[in-house]
């Protein structure tokens, strides 16, 4: 019994300090999604991803697949990227997204928070830069 | 202002009882394989495939919890574990690059990309990185 209340005190700290991360995140989040829309005048492309593509990939590498995902689906979705360059927005989201979040909660249990910040920028703006030399469009 | 303050706050709270639901049972479970001493044998079970990362083959778990249901799970089993900082660091840069994916995969999908080569991606990445990581903390 008082293995268990240790173990559940264990786990009632954690959810506190991920509260204490989670909250301001998100208010900051929704103050990002009213500013959004100024990305898209963005008029070089970067590694195949245009400035309405920003929008997206932006939104997704701060606030995170799942939680951005209406702004990600619907930027996407109303925009005519090309298949191509929705792969690519999303390639890059699938090794990159809800950069500062993942990265904090692990740094509560120990985690060298600049070894994750730096490798999963790096492997995905390299994939994404190498996927779009690839001339074929992507289905 | 004030409304987009309080619609922040409110998602805040929702994703913490999320995370709450999910990381109190998670935490309890590996707490109570610990105490129970199954997990010298869980440990053993997965050494010869965990050692691939330099991980204890106990910390499978953590990874199994967050590729299937999300980072709270796995963080939830990696803390009763006590971890050394470099291990966490490289289970947590494998997580990072894989995890949630029965909720990612299918918003993925409704951009209308293929969603299968990116799932693809994601965990031959994750292995990928994992092994060179456990490489180079023994390199340097």
Redesign the interface.
């Known amino acids: 019994m008082e293995?268990?209340l240790t173990?559940?005190e264990?786990?009632?700290l954690?959810?506190g300090q991920?509260?204490c991360i989670?909250?301001?995140?998100?208010?900051?989040?929704?103050?990002l999604k009213?500013r959004q829309a100024s990305l898209a005048g963005r008029k070089r492309s970067l590694m195949g991803i245009s400035g309405r593509g920003l929008v997206?990939l932006v939104t997704g590498v701060i606030i995170g697949?799942?939680?951005g995902?209406g702004v990600?689906?619907h930027s996407?979705?109303s925009t005519d990227l090309g298949?191509k360059e929705?792969?690519l927005i999303?390639?890059y989201l699938?090794?990159c997204h809800a950069i500062i979040e993942?990265?904090l909660?692990?740094a509560?249990?120990?985690?060298?928070a600049l070894?994750?910040l730096g490798?999963?920028f790096f492997?995905a703006t390299l994939?994404t830069y190498l996927a779009s030399l690839s001339g074929r469009d992507?289905? | 202002m004030g409304e987009?303050?309080k619609?922040?706050?409110h998602?805040?709270?929702s994703?913490?009882v999320e995370?709450?639901r999910v990381?109190?049972p998670f935490?309890?479970v590996v707490?109570?394989i610990r105490?129970l001493g199954l997990i010298g044998f869980i440990g053993g079970l997965f050494r010869p495939f965990m050692s691939l990362f330099g991980l204890p083959g106990e910390s499978a778990l953590a990874l199994i919890a967050g590729y299937t249901t999300n980072?709270?799970a796995a963080?939830?089993v990696?803390?009763?574990l006590h971890?050394?900082?470099r291990d966490?660091?490289t289970i947590?840069?494998m997580?990072?690059?894989s995890?949630?994916l029965a909720?990612?995969t299918p918003?993925?999908r409704?951009?209308?990309?293929?969603?299968w080569?990116?799932l693809a991606?994601?965990i031959i990445?994750s292995l990928l990185?994992g092994m060179a990581?456990n490489l180079a903390w023994k390199l340097f």
């Open positions: 293995a268990l173990s559940l264990g786990a009632l954690l959810c991920l509260f989670i909250v301001p995140l998100t208010v900051f989040y929704e103050f009213t997206p697949l799942t939680y995902a990600i689906i996407i979705r298949k929705a792969f999303l390639l699938s090794v993942d990265t909660i692990f509560v249990i120990g985690a060298n070894i994750l490798v999963r492997l994939l992507r289905p | 987009t303050l619609r922040g706050f998602h805040g709270l994703i913490t995370m709450v990381i109190v935490y309890l707490e109570l105490h980072l709270y963080i939830a990696l803390k009763p971890l050394s900082s966490v660091t947590a840069l997580l990072g690059l995890h949630s909720v990612e918003i993925t409704k951009t209308g990309v293929n969603a080569l990116l991606v994601r990445l990185a990581l």
